[in-house]
């Protein structure tokens, strides 16, 4: 059975940062491309980035760009979101999903399993 679950999560002041940790098993994680994603109160679930199966690529979303790093360990099953510069307005429920030879892209049906998230909150 795959198992996904994020952690790292929390409150932190605008400017810091925080590394998110996605942590898969139950799959054979290095044909399994990641993505990260968030969801603001009232607001739809949206695309951070995503890390490819094949090489490693990584896709970031435009508003994302400069402020944050995805990185994988396949021998470890994990990946880690690194963000940086954080904002009020990064304040979300935060989650990883992971797709059978998924590019990292912003594709949610790219991908079939997810986590059942972590909070993050930026306060001002």
């Known amino acids: 059975q795959v198992h996904l679950v994020e952690s790292g999560g929390g409150l932190v002041q605008a400017g810091g940062s925080l590394r998110l940790s996605c942590a898969a098993s139950?799959?054979?994680?290095?044909?399994?491309?990641v993505g990260w994603f968030r969801q603001a109160p009232g607001k739809e679930r949206e695309f951070v980035g995503g890390i490819s199966w094949i090489d490693g690529n990584t896709n970031y979303a435009n508003s994302q760009k400069g402020r944050i790093t995805i990185s994988r360990d396949n021998a470890k099953n994990m990946v880690y979101l690194q963000m940086n510069s954080l904002k009020p307005e990064d304040t979300a429920v935060y989650y990883c999903?992971?797709?059978?030879?998924?590019?990292?892209?912003?594709?949610?049906?790219?991908?079939?399993?997810w986590g059942p998230g972590t909070q993050v909150t930026v306060s001002s």
């Open positions: 999903a992971a797709g059978l030879y998924a590019l990292g892209s912003q594709n949610q049906p790219d991908y079939g399993y």
């Open positions: 139950g799959l054979t994680f290095k044909n399994y491309g």
